[in-house]
């Protein structure tokens, strides 16, 4: 057609005449890409995924291609894009050393329910099962790591799945989508009728709304209960139901301790937040819900962190319990109300229901303090619950989160609660797994949903700086650090090339105590002090290392440098590495030793 | 417990790795396992034989419904159903054994399907206990072979009392 007679159609008909003109197929699962909104990619090219790539070059006012430095951290990348923006992150990697260094990061996305589609290359079609040159069973090793996968075997198929995988990868409960295409098929010229624009998938029901009948039961039991408590989770996050939450607990007046994975879906400040639960959570938070006889849990899944020995797990409670997903409800602990549906539209049908019968106490402010000034409200002592309030305040006076501060050594509490001081609490915050994580679970104290970004579910280390750079990358203007220690930066640390090469703004808090920190104290309370190959003797100066890659590097060892440094350091323009040396044997306080019950917490 | 589930899921590549995968990956139990086409191609049903306490059977259900692909669950156990099994044996039958094997087909209702100069082929269906019965009978006179298929199950289709229906037809409902 010349491009005369083109200009004559219609919009319409141009769109499906340029629909049916041939393109290979690489071309189609890009074109898909940009129908699904898609403009940033983290990934990697190799042999399988040429096509792919060709065509990539030739699209760069649609795509911005972000090259990382291993598969394991593009898709920690796109996992931390996904997290802060609350959309599908999307990731692109070749066949087989390609795709089996994909799985970590497809695992932690599925351990922490994130939407994601991850598009691996694969060998082509007719040398699929012939052991060739980078051949995997992509399909049959992420099978029980993702939410759902597709092997492509016809370039006809395409785009239609592409539809379909971005549709289960970010509805119901979000999690990893993977899309193996053989190199063949991307290759191979077809013409589209359309883009994906439905899905058929009959046994799939993502959406469910509570019944009338449970929204009122519920409602009932909370406003009998004595004392209540809401454990609240990732699934509220995932919901974007903080604003909903947020009504609910200051309608009812009710405690609101949340997961790991639930941090900054309350704002931790507020007077009705009783800080994290579970094994490292605070001993009010584990006191309250351990002595409640009625727990509200919304988007939680009753994790063996959380709920420590399961037969001494509440044992006064009643529990109502909201998960959109099915199979959460009752699965480690009996649910008494199991409701399906979405955290966020059950408790606005809660809400609603409240308005008509139920006038919520006015006492409660909602105003935000400080984590530093979160005490008691007096207000409280209004309302028909004032005993429970009364007792969670004993407990808090009892054993409040505290440490010994040293002018000799940086203690790394201290670290967490400078870092609170000096964004506001504000920042978005990416960690591995550890005592680093558990202590800015502890002290950071988040304001809002989607600052807190962790490896919850898998305990990935190496997950927080590329999980970091990925949310800096969707955020380019905000505060985004990584928080990490020396054992878990120097997993992925080779990504310092990534963001530098990014011009990002990232920076980078290493707590540095020279051991592997949560084993090292594991070792020291339940195996006599053997210390075991944790260790870290060796490591790389991380100043230098900062600069090596052409990024800027601080160092703070003693507690009157640490404020400077950071204030320094965060305000600084660029990538910068900030190598703060802490106090070496710090134990991560209070604890649930594991297999215990949460009233067996151990203070100090 | 023991529990038969009948699975619908979509035909398609993968999904029964996809089931299996699910009992394998979370440590249930599968005792027998049958698959075959729908009469709707496009549809397959699995017929799974599994055992577990309440709490888990329960997770199970739950676990299968979360495929994507899964369109329904049924607990056949919770409901009224018949089950069968079937089974073919190449057991010793030369000289005056023969007759008694014989004998043992008819009690069972079993079939021979094949024979030879010191052995016949015995196919028998029935609930699984029938099956054991036979086959303990059987190994008496020495089996050469034996190949048994898992469970396939389906559940009483509701019998509605209808006074103006005749007889007849309710049982030829009931086949």
Redesign the interface.
């Known amino acids: 057609m010349t491009a005369k007679t083109a200009t004559t159609l219609n919009d319409d008909t141009k769109a499906v005449t340029s629909y049916r003109t041939p393109r290979k197929g690489a071309r189609i699962l890009l074109e898909a890409l940009v129908h699904e909104g898609v403009d940033t990619i983290f990934g990697y090219p190799g042999g399988a995924v040429l096509p792919i790539y060709d065509e990539l070059a030739r699209m760069p006012d649609q795509f911005r291609h972000i090259l990382a430095r291993h598969e394991q951290g593009a898709v920690h990348m796109a996992e931390g894009y996904a997290k802060a923006t609350a959309r599908v992150g999307v990731v692109l990697v070749t066949s087989g050393p390609g795709a089996t260094n994909a799985v970590t990061g497809i695992a932690n996305a599925f351990m922490d329910s994130t939407p994601l589609v991850v598009i691996t290359g694969q060998v082509p079609r007719k040398m699929i099962g012939t052991d060739a040159f980078q051949e995997v069973d992509t399909?049959?090793i992420t099978?029980?790591c993702t939410?759902?996968n597709y092997?492509v075997?016809e370039v006809s198929e395409l785009a239609e799945i592409v539809h379909e995988a971005f549709h289960?990868a970010g509805s119901g409960r979000p999690g990893p989508v993977v899309i193996d295409i053989p190199k063949d098929v991307t290759a191979e010229l077809a013409s589209l009728d359309s883009m994906g624009k439905s899905v058929r998938?009959?046994?799939?029901q993502p959406n469910k709304r509570a019944t009338t009948e449970q929204v009122e039961r519920a409602i009932q039991r909370i406003l009998e209960a004595e004392r209540p408590i809401l454990y609240v989770g990732g699934g509220v996050i995932h919901a974007n139901a903080a604003d909903e939450l947020l009504r609910l607990a200051e309608a009812l007046e009710i405690p609101v301790t949340p997961t790991l994975m639930g941090l900054g879906c309350f704002p931790s400040g507020h007077p009705l937040s009783l800080g994290m639960l579970g094994m490292h959570g605070t001993y009010w938070a584990n006191m309250a819900i351990s002595e409640a006889d009625l727990i509200i849990a919304i988007g939680v899944r009753f994790d063996d962190r959380v709920t420590g020995a399961l037969d001494k797990f509440a044992p006064h409670a009643e529990i109502i319990h909201v998960d959109i997903?099915?199979?959460s409800?009752?699965?480690n602990v009996?649910a008494h109300l199991p409701i399906r549906g979405d955290a966020k539209s059950v408790m606005h049908q809660m809400l609603t229901s409240l308005k008509g019968g139920y006038s919520p106490p006015l006492s409660v402010s909602s105003g935000v303090e400080s984590a530093e000034t979160n005490t008691k409200a007096v207000t409280r002592y209004c309302t028909p619950r004032r005993q429970w309030w009364q007792q969670i305040d004993e407990w808090k006076e009892f054993a409040p989160l505290s440490y010994e501060n040293s002018n000799e050594v940086i203690k790394p509490q201290f670290l967490c609660q400078e870092l609170h001081r000096l964004t506001n609490g504000e920042a978005i915050i990416a960690t591995d797994v550890g005592q680093h994580q558990m202590w800015l679970a502890q002290f950071y104290g988040f304001k809002g949903p989607r600052q807190s970004i962790t490896s919850g579910g898998l305990g990935a280390m190496g997950f927080g700086f590329p999980a970091a750079l990925g949310a800096q990358l969707a955020f380019p203007d905000r505060q985004v650090i990584a928080f990490v220690g020396d054992g878990g930066f120097q997993m992925t640390a080779q990504e310092l090339s990534t963001a530098v090469q990014y011009q990002t703004n990232t920076k980078i808090i290493v707590m540095n105590n020279n051991y592997l920190g949560m084993v090292r104290q594991w070792q020291e309370i339940f195996y006599e002090g053997t210390y075991s190959a944790v260790g870290m003797d060796g490591a790389p100066d991380f100043v230098k290392l900062a600069q090596a890659y052409g990024a800027i590097g601080l160092r703070a060892s003693k507690p009157q440098e640490l404020t400077q440094v950071l204030k320094e350091g965060l305000s600084m323009n660029g990538v910068v590495v900030m190598d703060i040396v802490v106090s070496a044997e710090e134990n991560v306080y209070p604890m649930i030793p594991p297999g215990a019950g949460l009233k067996e917490i151990v203070l100090r | 417990m023991r529990h038969t589930l009948s699975i619908l899921v979509e035909n398609r590549f993968g999904e029964l790795a996809r089931i299996v995968g699910l009992f394998s990956a979370r440590g249930y139990n599968i005792e027998s396992l049958t698959v075959a086409e729908t009469l709707e191609p496009e549809i397959s049903r699995v017929t799974l034989v599994t055992t577990g306490d309440d709490r888990t059977i329960d997770q199970i259900v739950k676990q299968l419904n979360k495929q994507i692909r899964v369109l329904s669950v049924t607990d056949l156990s919770a409901q009224d159903h018949v089950e069968r099994e079937m089974v073919l044996v190449h057991v010793n039958a030369a000289g005056e054994t023969r007759q008694s094997v014989l004998n043992l087909v008819e009690i069972f209702r079993a079939k021979v399907i094949g024979v030879s100069q010191t052995t016949l082929t015995i196919e028998a269906t029935g609930e699984r206990s029938k099956v054991d019965a036979l086959l303990r009978l059987l190994c008496a006179f020495g089996i050469q072979e034996m190949v048994r298929a898992g469970t396939v199950a389906i559940a009483r289709p509701p019998v509605e009392v209808n006074h103006q229906t005749p007889v007849r037809e309710l049982v030829d409902a009931k086949g």
């Open positions: 399909v049959g099978r029980p939410k759902y092997l075997r289960l998938l009959p046994g799939y997903d099915e199979s409800l009752s699965k009996r």
